[in-house]
């Protein structure tokens, strides 16, 4: 490159932009080929088992991964995964679990998060540590001794159980929540305070609706990591199907029937893809937002 | 933090109370002046106690569920580690530090640690990718929101669906094996099946599911850096390159740092994929994958027990020295 442009350099001081030209022209050109390796590195093993979903057994026998399916709307793999597969009863349960625990975060969150920020108390300090040293220990560590605890108060292979780990252990929600609510106002609690309001009323007429944004985070972060959640599901709740669990289950009955698992695998993907595409920003910023923490 | 508001609250109130639409009736100040938990003046007793009370009310649910979800278990994993507990029996036999000893020496256990290099070498693989895009993504670029949403959903997929998705493209004559063809290698090994090759099939799920989150926080720490830099940087004419050594890496150094040292401990604990693609057959058992086989599988609570513990310290120590090397404070870009 440098010897074509070092001729013209002599006559023109112009010529120095052709190489830069050249040098951010190739620059480009790589920047866009890391990209687009990059979306094909991340789609490609997903469009492959999409293909896979779509294709008849005999089909899948004979065709290679990168033939695409001969009838694109060949849904039987999907409506034999969904029945056969009990994913309905895994939709069912995990919905079940993730209204409840969501549900009782956010209100355990904020309302201990505005009685750490706006009460000064003896113990709060302590309170805090508390919340701090918790966010240290690795939860699947501790489940060794954790399932003892489910076993003996008789939670074990209950709905129950799940909702209370999933509400128990989200400190990093009540961190977002106090963070928030230091960017409230005092001055609104004490107008209303003023107006003859007790703390209960202020939470909830005052506070409350004004943490919307944090709530709203929390809820999309919590959601997503609950529909996810594979292992406390498989512990505790062995006998009925939770959504993660109920696509493993797939390794057993389906072994070799890689169509109908690839079906399977589509229907659980699909929601979270549906919920990435709506609310997008909130996921970036609860994420940035609790990772950092 | 309301020692401080009963003194304030009377000058303030007018001001605020104008502002909203509330319009309840004034009660008197002298109830406002009073109101902080703090103030002590002259109220009945049961007032005070109920003031003093009111606060651990609202904390009741969340440090109720702390201390029996979160503390309650980890004294317990403490306590059983000296035991021989198999999980059923009614009477626990202490065994002193046995259990440790045993983690220590035996090396089918203290084997797994081998299998966390390979996931840490993969999170540096992971991170320098992620810093990668997260720097060509901060500069103006065609369909950027697209590409930023493609390297991100890997990390919402759920875990059992990456494992089956690389599952299939692992498989003998499967995705990879084909693309491996096309530019002529005709004989790819076993990707899962051979225990030499398996980890780093594993660790490269791992890096094609996290990269995402990497990429997003990196992303919003270089958003961060005031923009005026990059144009001062660009006037004295400074090459893409050189901004991102001057600007971009110091402005996001202590990101960069505390993803090191989560990689550490996250490598220590990988769960999801080995469990999920491999069982942990083939030598890709991790140390969370033997704490749980050796504690449900093998009743060997006391074991297991002793290895969380073993992690937990772990962690802890490695969670202690990113404090005391990246304390919590702001960047300083000036």
């Known amino acids: 490159m440098t010897v074509a442009v070092a001729p013209r350099r002599r006559h023109a001081p112009s010529g120095r932009t052709l190489g830069e030209r050249l040098r951010s022209t190739s620059a480009t050109t790589a920047k866009y080929a890391s990209l687009v390796l990059a979306a094909v590195v991340t789609l490609l093993p997903l469009s492959v088992l999409l293909f896979a979903s779509l294709k008849t057994a005999p089909e899948y026998a004979q065709s290679g991964p990168f033939d695409l399916p001969q009838n694109w709307l060949n849904f039987d793999n999907f409506v034999t995964a969904f029945t056969s597969g009990k994913m309905l009863e895994g939709f069912v349960n ?180 549906l919920a990435f595409l709506l609310l997008q920003r909130w996921i970036y910023r609860g994420l940035t937002a609790g990772a950092v923490k | 933090m309301s020692l401080a508001t009963p003194g304030a609250a009377p000058a303030d109130a007018p001001a605020v109370l104008s502002a909203p639409a509330r319009s309840r009736r004034l009660r008197g100040t002298r109830r406002a002046a009073a109101g902080g938990t703090a103030a002590p003046g002259g109220r009945p007793a049961g007032r005070r106690l109920a003031g003093r009370l009111t606060p651990w009310l609202f904390l009741s649910g969340a440090v109720g569920l702390l201390l029996l979800f979160t503390y309650w278990p980890a004294l317990n994993l403490f306590w059983y580690s000296v035991t021989d507990w198999d999980g059923i029996d009614l009477t626990k036999e202490f065994v002193g530090l046995d259990n440790y000893a045993q983690v220590f020496t035996d090396p089918r256990i203290f084997n797994v640690f081998w299998v966390s290099l390979y996931y840490f070498a993969a999170s540096f693989a992971q991170m320098a990718i992620a810093l990668y895009f997260a720097t060509i993504l901060s500069f103006s670029t065609r369909l950027s929101s697209f590409f930023r949403g493609i390297l991100f959903f890997p990390y919402l997929i759920n875990g059992v669906a990456v494992g089956f998705v690389f599952l299939y493209l692992f498989q003998p004559g499967g995705t990879l094996d084909t693309v491996l063809a096309w530019f002529g290698l005709a004989d790819p090994p076993q990707w899962l099946g051979n225990p030499d090759i398996v980890n780093w099939s594993l660790a490269g799920t791992s890096v094609w599911r996290y990269t ?113 090397l990246f304390p919590d404070e702001k960047v300083d870009l000036t």
């Open chain 1, 94 to 273: 995990t919905g079940i679990v993730l209204a409840v625990s969501l549900v009782g975060t956010v209100f355990l969150g904020t309302m201990a998060a505005y009685a750490l920020d706006r009460f000064a108390f003896r113990g709060k300090k302590l309170v805090m540590v508390l919340f701090l040293i918790a966010t240290l220990i690795p939860g699947v560590t501790s489940q060794v001794a954790t399932f003892q605890l489910i076993n003996g108060l008789g939670l074990y292979d209950t709905k129950a159980a799940l909702i209370l780990l999933f509400m128990g252990t989200d400190i990093i929600a009540i961190y977002l929540f106090i963070q928030f609510m230091a960017s409230i106002p005092i001055s609104l609690d004490e107008a209303a305070m003023i107006d003859g309001a007790n703390r209960w009323t202020i939470y909830w007429r005052v506070v409350l609706p004004l943490l919307k944004p944090a709530i709203a985070t929390v809820v999309i972060i919590k959601g997503i990591a609950i529909y996810n959640e594979f292992y406390a599901a498989f512990l505790y709740l062995p006998s009925e199907g939770f959504i993660s669990t109920s696509l493993f289950r797939f390794k057993g009955p389906f072994g070799a029937q890689w169509e109908v698992i690839a079906a399977g695998t589509i229907v659980v993907i699909i929601p979270t893809l």
């Open chain 2, 212 to 324: 995402g989150l990497n990429f997003v926080l990196f992303l919003g720490a270089i958003q961060s850096i005031p923009h005026e830099l990059y144009e001062a940087a660009e006037l004295d004419g400074a090459s893409r390159w050189q901004q991102f050594w001057a600007i971009i890496f110091p402005g996001i150094r202590r990101i960069i740092g505390l993803s090191f040292i989560l990689a550490i401990a996250g490598s220590l604990s990988v769960f999801e994929i080995p469990f999920i693609m491999t069982g942990g057959a083939n030598g890709s058992a991790t140390f969370v994958i033997q704490t749980l086989q050796t504690a449900f599988n093998f009743r060997q609570v006391g074991l297991a027990s002793a290895m969380a513990v073993v992690l937990l310290i772990i962690v802890l120590l490695v969670t202690w020295i990113q404090r005391a």
